[in-house]
């Protein structure tokens, strides 16, 4: 197949030149292969499908875990124009899903999440239309050792199991051998092409403070605030805290706003709105904070907090420097953080009594999702109780999810360790996805030698200030009447 | 000013109704209860204000009221207002509300307003490429086939719907607050949109009662929308927002088989509910059509003397009227209370 790939990126995508690795993997899918493709976060992966669906002739099948990052996909298609895509998840009723179903041919790029999979109507109408191409997004999820396991992502391959099933392509910012093992062998791969990218991101550096207390945690992130210039992203753990810090951080004249899910909807997207035309200079955020936010030029990403593992630290630190400027990321903790964190990750964790009261249930015939209803079970612990029950002995599920819990545990020290040793920051995060890096940028790390100042600004004091308009002038500024 | 509203209904209701009333006629709960609670105590304006309102955080605000001494609860779960709480509700401005008649859609009209707004702001600019603020599928496929049936990147339509937002918004119905909210709830190019966090700061005013005073403009706005006769778009997008039949989904289709004849046992077998649903429904008929007669469940006796004899108990508490009028059934109370209790919405205090 010749196609001008370059002609066709500028022309659908308005970019004049590919970033390192996407043609290589647009190539590989055209070329009908099987691919796995590994790419920093944040660095262009959506391009690897969307561009190949302009030269495919049929409909490209997009398996996406996070509601929130496949709606974010689907919005950027359609700015872009595209009309033919449809987001599959289960925010539709049963009438929409099945009107919905039956012109899936129609669509161009069908975004699916996994526990769309699993219904019968879905995979019915998939087998019996044409598909070019299977995409299985964040396809680390299909791994119980990746660090978000979603069991029905698994289904997938039950389904695509025969011989003349359509090429996939798995993308994922995970590079342990361990995930890429699982995502070749769970999808049953023909001889995968694998194209692999360093996932460093050189232009973001890393500082990692310990401080004695919550307090002087505080007072050192309001310092580093007020000294060092936005954009910014202050990450921390709780929608209370966002609120919180939102708060007294704007009583210092800091133009920030905190963002988290239990806010509306809209005020969710004015938050995105001023950050996105520079009327904020911080979003404070939990981590529902990113997806959808494409601001190139965020200088800085703080946490408060230990993040829950390395990959979740390296997805919100991602969303620094996209446009390949000097960032900065700063993380402040104290010793006892990572009881907390730890208290977070495993808070919502089914254990033995969760599985025991699920598995009476599914005995006496009951409906499970009453469960949920009468508050003796979560969402997410049914979700996850209900998928190994189906496969597995009580006993085995018990012992499943314990060794599930461990490993959460372990995550967060794993992260702790990268704070407190000696060793480059830099260095132990590639390595955790599986990499090591041979040149490392000046001004590294805080454990090789960082010197803040020459990475970011030091902050301008806001010449704006949120005041309100005369109703009349805000309608005649929309409808630019000035 | 929130809890004032509850404190408001609490004191309307006169010790007759329990602590979960209110909550169920700021959810808009459609059950005949509820129905017959909003009417017969002229509560309508307060129903559906917040149809998402939940559990803990009505419960959180009881909790306070009681700590901060406005009100008590005895073990029957009867909320009683104290004298502390009847001078506190002394505040509460009058609001021009009409929850019976929006039930909640007012946010529906807002959200296409939002979107039609934000688009035709880029449309002008030549921008075209949003990220839109309502995220609502429906929302944005009502506002494409709205923006489809005019010629909406022309400047004339852009124009025109301009001057019909600065004309309504001009009417004196609405307070400077009212104008302010609604307009910085607004977005467009390169004019975000204002949080209400920002707005509570700004204005030093409680989130929950900008959301209070918002939901008041809309009404307002929505009634000068349907009365301004030189209005064409605007109306065009308050379409479906008004209800126009009072009954439940439930009840209207009681209603609209007992109107092509059938019996009350008829309709039992033929809807498959229960004796009391169906009662429910006909109870909402009686409250809601005033050509509704209830003669037929009470032989040849005369209403109009018993309905008589019922307002001068001054009470609408069920159990109290079952003492005192033993032979009759709740159910025929229940209509007797339908047909002659209804008043007009009572005022604060």
């Given at each position: ?15 004049s030149s ?16 099987d ?6 976060t944040?660095?262009?992966k ?25 709606q ?16 599959f ?8 899903k099945?009107?919905?179903v ?26 019996s ?21 979603r069991?029905?992502y698994?289904r ?5 199991n ?16 361990h ?32 401080v004695?207390?919550?307090s002087k ?43 988290h ?5 809209v005020?969710?997207?004015f ?7 520079n ?22 990403v703080i ?8 990959a979740?630290?390296?997805?919100e ?15 402040y ?14 808070n ?17 015939g ?26 597995k ?25 990268i704070?407190i040793?000696?060793s ?16 490392k ?18 902050s ?8 309100l ?7 005649s ?6 | ?17 329990t ?26 304006k ?7 309102l939940?559990?803990?955080?009505y ?34 401005p ?33 921008s ?12 944005q ?12 990147k ?16 001009k ?22 949109g ?12 409680e ?37 126009t ?11 609209d ?14 809807r ?8 429910d ?35 609408k ?28 919405d009572?005022?604060?205090?």
């Amino acid at each position: 197949m010749i196609v001008n790939l370059h002609k066709l990126l500028f022309d659908k995508f308005g970019y004049s030149s590919f970033r390192p690795g996407q043609q290589e993997i647009i190539q590989s899918v055209l070329n009908e292969e099987d691919v796995v493709a590994i790419l920093p976060t944040g660095m262009g992966k959506s391009i690897c499908y969307q561009l190949p669906g302009y030269v495919l002739p049929h409909s490209i099948i997009v398996i996406s875990p996070l509601v929130s990052l496949m709606q974010d996909q689907v919005e950027q298609l359609k700015k872009m124009g595209e009309k033919r895509v449809i987001a599959f998840n289960s925010f539709l009723t049963p009438l929409e899903k099945s009107t919905l179903v039956q012109k899936f041919e129609t669509y161009k790029f069908i975004f699916l999440s996994p526990e769309m999979l699993i219904q019968d109507q879905v995979k019915e109408k998939l087998q019996s239309i044409p598909i070019s191409l299977i995409v299985a997004d964040e396809a680390h999820c299909i791994s119980q050792w990746g660090y978000d396991f979603r069991p029905d992502y698994l289904r997938l391959a039950e389904w695509f199991n025969h011989s003349n099933r359509p090429p996939i392509l798995a993308l994922t910012a995970t590079a342990t051998q361990h995930v890429i093992d699982d995502i070749s062998s769970y999808l049953n791969m023909q001889d995968p092409k694998y194209h692999i990218q360093s996932l460093d991101r050189p232009n973001i550096r890393y500082a990692t403070v310990e401080v004695d207390s919550q307090s002087k945690k505080f007072k050192s992130i309001l310092k580093q605030v007020n000294e060092f210039s936005g954009p910014g992203i202050l990450y921390t753990q709780s929608r209370k805290k966002a609120d919180d810090y939102a708060q007294k951080l704007s009583n210092e004249g800091i133009r920030i706003a905190s963002y988290h899910a239990g806010m509306e909807q809209v005020d969710r997207m004015f938050v995105q709105q001023q950050f996105m035309n520079n009327e904020l200079d911080w979003v404070c955020a939990t981590n529902a904070f990113g997806m959808g936010v494409h601001k190139g030029d965020v200088r800085q990403v703080i946490h408060d907090h230990i993040p829950s593992s390395v990959a979740n630290y390296a997805q919100e630190i991602g969303r620094a420097g996209r446009d390949g400027a000097d960032s900065l990321s700063t993380l402040y903790y104290t010793r006892d953080d990572k009881d907390l964190s730890i208290f977070v990750a495993t808070n919502d964790f089914p254990d033995e009594s969760h599985v025991k009261l699920l598995d009476d249930t599914k005995k006496a015939g009951l409906n499970p999702n009453h469960l949920v209803s009468q508050n003796l079970l979560t969402e997410t612990q049914l979700r996850i109780v209900s998928y190994w029950l189906s496969r597995k002995t009580l006993g085995e599920t018990n012992t499943l999810l314990q060794k599930l819990k461990k490993q959460k545990i372990e995550e967060i020290y794993q992260m702790q360790e990268i704070l407190i040793n000696s060793s480059c920051i830099r260095q132990q995060i590639i390595q955790f996805f599986g990499q090591r890096i041979e040149l490392k940028p000046l001004n590294c790390c805080s454990k090789c030698g960082l010197k803040i100042e020459e990475i970011v600004e030091s902050s301008i004091k806001p010449s704006f200030e949120l005041k309100l308009q005369p109703w009349e002038k805000r309608i005649s500024l929309i409808f630019q009447k000035t | 000013m929130f809890q004032k509203i509850i404190l408001h209904i609490i004191d309307t209701m006169n010790e007759e109704r329990t602590i979960s009333a209110p909550f169920h006629i700021i959810r808009g709960k459609r059950s005949g209860q509820t129905i017959q609670d909003v009417k017969s105590y002229g509560l309508t304006k307060y129903f559906s204000l917040f149809p998402r309102l939940s559990i803990q955080i009505y419960d959180q605000n009881i909790q306070q009221m009681i700590q901060s001494g406005w009100l008590t609860i005895n073990d029957t779960a009867i909320p009683k207002i104290t004298i502390l709480g009847k001078q506190k509700l002394k505040d509460l401005p009058i609001l021009k509300l009409n929850g019976w008649l929006f039930r909640g859609n007012e946010r529906t009209f807002f959200q296409r307003l939002s979107l039609v707004t934000q688009t035709l702001s880029h449309v002008k600019a030549k921008s075209l490429s949003f990220t839109p603020v309502q995220k609502d599928e429906k929302i944005q496929i009502w506002v494409r086939q709205f923006l489809k049936s005019f010629p909406y990147k022309s400047d004339e339509f852009i124009q025109s719907y301009y001057l019909e937002i600065m004309s309504c918004l001009k009417s004196d119905n609405l307070s400077d607050l009212h104008v302010s909210i609604l307009s910085h709830r607004l977005a467009g190019f390169e004019v975000s949109g204002v949080t209400w966090q920002q707005l509570s700061n700004v204005l030093n005013e409680e989130q929950i009662d900008l959301q209070i005073y918002f939901y008041e403009g809309l009404h307002i706005l929505l009634d000068e929308i349907s009365t301004n006769k030189s209005l064409v778009l605007l109306p065009k997008m308050s379409e479906g927002i008004k209800s126009t039949t009072p009954l439940t989904d439930s009840a209207k289709r009681t209603a609209d088989l007992y109107k092509q004849g059938y019996s009350f046992e008829q309709l039992i077998s033929m809807r498959q509910l229960k004796t009391s649903t169906i009662e429910d429904h006909f109870v909402e008929m009686a409250l809601n059509d005033p050509s509704f007669s209830i003669q037929i469940f009470f032989g040849k006796e005369d209403l109009s003397i018993l309905i008589q004899q019922i307002k001068n108990q001054r009470t609408k508490k069920l159990r109290t009227l079952k003492e005192i009028f033993p032979l009759y059934s709740y159910f025929q109370l229940r209509l007797l209370l339908a047909v002659g209790g209804a008043q007009i919405d009572s005022k604060s205090s």
